[in-house]
């Protein structure tokens, strides 16, 4: 099966500085990588999200880089803010139907003010 | 985007007993329902897998007789965590995924807001 692994393990930037996640993959044929992002308590909240047939994608402040030769998926905040501060998974999925998301073991990222 | 909710969001039971959590999709047909569990400071492991009508599919080392999974309907699936014990304190999170279609991109997957289960 999948298996999705990530790092670092905790990051700490300063406010307006750039934090960059990477995550590999195992499965060659796994085609949707999601980042979610995580509060305590709360539930996974989807950032953005990339699919195999993409290189990159762009969402305001933060982009997600896809290099599916080899099988790694990076996370790039910019401009990062307090308020970014929390834990940030990263995902793969398989392609066939009815598989679930395989999780990274997440990222904490600490942004000071 | 659409919305999965859980009930309750936390609960507090004493060992032995059973605690049902619900997972509910409140504005899109969950075909496929999933159940993960999140200890302190780790990533989500996944439990099992549904899909609307059939037994759900079990991760390796995960008990099916001692957590229930019933995806009896579209909206709804409920995991049963079965004479508790204190180390299956954690936190459970449910997700959905509905079937492609207007407003839902690639089958995404929904995530609730998790349940945090004590059992003392």
């Known amino acids: 099966g999948e298996n999705v692994e990530q790092h670092p393990s905790t990051l700490s930037v300063q406010e307006g500085d750039s934090a960059v996640i990477k995550c590999t993959y195992s499965?060659?044929?796994?085609?949707?990588f999601p980042w979610y992002k995580q509060e305590l308590g709360k539930g996974p909240q989807l950032i953005i999200d990339?699919?195999?047939?993409?290189g990159e994608k762009k969402d305001q402040r933060i982009a997600v880089t896809l290099n599916k030769t080899a099988k790694h998926f990076s996370l790039h905040i910019t401009e990062t803010q307090p308020e970014d501060s929390a834990v940030y998974f990263c995902?793969?999925?398989?392609?066939?139907?009815?598989?679930?998301?395989?999780f990274g073991k997440g990222t904490t990222l600490s942004v000071s003010s | 985007g659409a919305v999965v909710s859980q009930h309750p969001s936390w609960v507090i039971c004493k060992s032995g007993t059973s605690v049902k959590i619900e997972c509910r999709s409140l504005?899109?047909?969950?075909?496929?329902m999933f159940w993960y569990r999140q200890f302190p400071k780790q990533s989500l492991m996944l439990m099992a897998t549904s899909n609307e009508g059939s037994k759900a599919t079990y991760e390796q080392g995960v008990e099916k007789d001692k957590f229930l999974i019933n995806h009896a309907s579209l909206t709804l699936s409920t995991l049963t965590v079965t004479s508790a014990h204190p180390e299956d304190s954690s936190f459970y999170i449910c997700s959905a995924r509905g079937q492609t279609g207007i407003g839902y991109r690639y089958n995404e997957q929904f995530f609730g807001p998790g349940t945090r289960l004590t059992v003392l």
């Open positions: 499965d060659s044929a796994s085609n949707y």
């Open positions: 504005d899109f047909q969950a075909t496929t």
């Open positions: 995902a793969a999925r398989g392609s066939q139907a009815g598989t679930a998301l395989i």
């Open positions: 990339i699919r195999s047939n993409v």
